[in-house]
């Protein structure tokens, strides 16, 4: 009877109490560095998240003007124009806005994510000397690569690159969605197409490792990966000399920020940890720059052995071991991570400063908070209230052992509190490795790192993807001339400069 007047008895919770996500008023952690323990809410960030509701709470609906980019197809009346007479009475018609726009509907179909087109061209030939007279093929398609041999317009080779790399769409899969709209493209044909990307673009990946080895400021971290190719290889101890098998495959990130506030971030799949990859990248610095600063957690295989550093370590990895051993030692780990709260909600507040602006504004708020926290932990460790060989000693152990280089974001301006960026960007790199296990080759393996590095560092510096894959295909000639005018955050001027040259004729 209740299913039918649609009336349910309230469920009751389970035995115990609600677990924390279930809680009423309990937020998700939508940040990495957004720690429990602080009741006290910001007003700021409050009148914040009030308005991003607002702005969610549309239940999926969305006008006209969100998509601006959707083709426009104008519809007008058969028989009816503006200063026709009125089919109801004597009256003249005349054009009928809402504000100032027409009537607008959004309607969504089905299609491939490559579509395919037959161009005929109705070419013509003499009757007398036989010369035939080719139709030349329209602008848009010239700018979109249209030439005698090739098949795939830029726009679509960037297209397929994306898919693959950022969204893990396999090959093979390609191929299937493709056939259900009879539109024939083998897995080889897509390959084919990544390797021309790949090589033209392959003078850009040079050209950011070179500009990434002179910055100043480095975010280092890696996560396992597998060549089958290459299961093992033989590696030469850096600082021992020795000769060694080692079959772990890593995918080694570092990301740089240059003084304008531009992004590098550079990846290299390989039996390789990711201090070996630093050492390789940082060959290449300049003589007589500055020593730089490297964000790292506090792994030994990250140590840099070629080039002097200023070793940096993560505070996320340092409050997430306390977080980890919660359950077991709730008090004090409760006190750990309502400090690191309190230190990452200060960090926030901080993004649209400068450097030494953020540094001065740390050292007001975040220094006593630091000290408070280091204190605490040393007073607990000398009380042997922290076990040595449990995860909250370890947790001890870690923190004791690096804070000075924790404190880092308290000395050096320009310095992180986190390596949460890096992260964040690797959650890519595992998207592909989840969904396709490991790469068959080396070189496939180094065609996803050289595309990882331009695609990610483009997002980094907010660049559509499908614009500047097709830009890099289009104008590869110049790119290989001076491939520096083509970083995400000058590619756009350098188009408008060669656009703006005049087109030589005769």
Not at 241 to 254: D, E, L, P, T, Y
Not at 305 to 326: G, S, W, Y
Request: proline residues 5%; charged residues 25%; hydrophobic residues 35%.
């Amino acid at each position: 009877m209740r299913k039918f007047l649609n009336v349910f008895p309230e469920k009751s919770p389970p035995e115990g109490g609600l677990p924390d996500t279930d809680r009423p008023g309990n937020k998700d952690q939508d940040e990495l560095d957004s720690p429990s323990g602080d009741n006290q809410k910001d007003p700021d960030e409050s009148k914040k998240n009030s308005d991003n509701k607002k702005n969610q709470n549309h239940e999926g609906k969305q006008s006209a003007a969100d998509f601006s980019n959707a083709p426009e197809i104008i519809h007008e009346h058969p028989e009816l124009k503006p200063g026709s007479l009125c089919p109801f009475c004597s009256g003249k018609l005349y054009y009928h806005k809402t504000g100032d726009h027409f009537r607008t509907r959004i309607w969504f179909e089905a299609g491939p994510l490559l579509t395919a087109t037959r161009h005929v061209f109705e070419d013509l030939r003499c009757n007398l000397c036989k010369e035939v007279i080719h139709v030349p093929p329209s602008a848009e398609l010239i700018a979109d690569g249209f030439e005698k041999e090739e098949r795939f317009g830029y726009r679509a080779i960037a297209m397929l690159v994306i898919m693959k790399y950022f969204y893990a769409f396999p090959l093979y899969r390609m191929e299937k969605l493709q056939s259900h709209f009879s539109i024939h493209l083998p897995d080889a044909t897509q390959w084919d197409q990544i390797v021309k990307f790949t090589e033209r673009s392959r003078c850009l990946f040079n050209a950011l490792i070179y500009y990434l080895a002179q910055l100043s400021h480095f975010l280092g971290d890696d996560t396992f990966n597998a060549i089958r190719e290459k299961d093992c290889d033989l590696i030469v101890g850096r600082t021992t000399g020795k000769i060694s098998f080692r079959n772990g495959c890593h995918s080694s990130v570092v990301i740089g920020r240059d003084s304008q506030g531009h992004y590098i971030l550079a990846v290299k799949t390989d039996i390789i940890y990711l201090g070996e990859w630093l050492d390789e990248i940082l060959q290449h610095r300049g003589k007589n720059l500055v020593t730089p600063f490297l964000m790292v957690d506090g792994s030994n295989q990250n140590l840099v052995t070629k080039t002097p550093v200023i070793m940096l370590n993560c505070n996320q990895h340092a409050r997430k071991m306390f977080e980890d051993c919660k359950k077991h030692f709730p008090e004090q780990c409760g006190e750990v991570l309502a400090i690191y709260k309190k230190i990452f909600k200060i960090d926030r507040k901080t993004k649209e400063m400068t450097p030494a602006e953020r540094l001065a504004y740390h050292q007001k708020h975040s220094l006593s908070l630091f000290d408070k926290l280091q204190e605490k932990i040393a007073a607990w460790v000398e009380a042997k209230l922290s076990p040595e060989n449990s995860p909250f000693g370890q947790a001890c152990d870690y923190f004791l052992k690096r804070e000075e280089a924790l404190r880092g974001f308290l000395k050096f301006e320009g310095a992180e509190l986190s390596n949460n960026l890096t992260e964040s960007q690797i959650i890519t790199i595992a998207l592909l490795r989840n969904v396709c296990e490991a790469f068959q080759t080396v070189y496939s393996a180094e065609v996803a790192s050289n595309i990882f590095s331009i695609g990610l560092t483009a997002t980094l510096n907010n660049v559509d993807l499908l614009d500047y894959f097709s830009a890099i295909l289009r104008y590869h000639d110049v790119l290989e001339k001076s491939p520096e005018k083509f970083f995400p955050w000058e590619y756009k001027n350098t188009i408008a400069s060669i656009l703006a040259q005049p087109v030589p004729t005769g």
